[in-house]
C-alpha cells in the first residue's frame, strides 16, 4: 500500500495542505512560481506550513547540516533501520527551462512521456502511449527529445529530470537496462537507439540537472499517477 502523503502548497491557487497529488496539482499546476513539497506525516506537514517556504523549499534550514524528518533531527527512518540523511540541496530552481517526466502503466509496461515549461506548466511536446518500456528508459527518451527539441530552436535553456539513473544513462551516452528486445520492446527500443545516435553525433551547451523533488516537491511535468 502506498505511503499517505501531505503535500505543502505555500504559493498556489489556494495556500494549504492537501492529502492528495490531484488536489496539490490543480493548485501549482498553472500558478507562477508556485511553491509546494511533499511530506510523510502529518505534523510535520503542519510545522512546515506554518515556518513559511523560505525555510523548507529550495534551501536547507539556516543553520542546518542536514534535512529534518519526523522520524528525528538528521535522520530518515526506512524499514526500521536509520541512515543519515542526505544533505538538503542549496540550488535553486532554473524557471526558464524545460522538465520532464514519464507517466507509467507498470514497470516494465506502458509508458508516455512529456517535456513542459518549468515557469508555465505548458506542455511543449509529449510521445507515448508506448507499449512497452520502463521509467527508466521513458525519462531518457524525454531528456533526449528536451535537448533535441531545443537544439533545433538554437536555445540554451536547462533540462530538468527527477531521475539519476537516466541523467547517467545521458551523460555517458549509453544505457544499462535488463528490459529485453522482443516484438513487445521494439518501439521503445528504436526510439533509444534513435537518441542514443543522436546523443554520439550532435553536441549541446544545456544544463541537463536532477530535480530535487524532496526540496522542491514534485517535477512540473509530473503525471500525478502517485
Known sequence: MAQQKYYVVWVGVQPGIYTDWPSCQAQVQTFKDAKYKSYTSRAEAERAYQEGWKKHWGQKAAGSKTRESSSGAGKTVRGGSSTAAAPASTAEIDYDSISVDVGTRGNPGPIEYRGVDTQTGE?????????????????????????AYLKKLGSKKTVYSDSRTALKWVREKKVATSLPRNASTQEVWDLVDRALSWLKNNSYENKVLKWETQEWGEIKADYGRK
Open 123 to 147: 506542455t511543449l511536446f509529449a510521445r507515448g502511449p508506448i507499449p512497452n518500456g520502463t521509467n527508466n528508459l521513458g525519462e531518457f527518451l524525454a531528456i533526449v527529445h528536451s535537448l
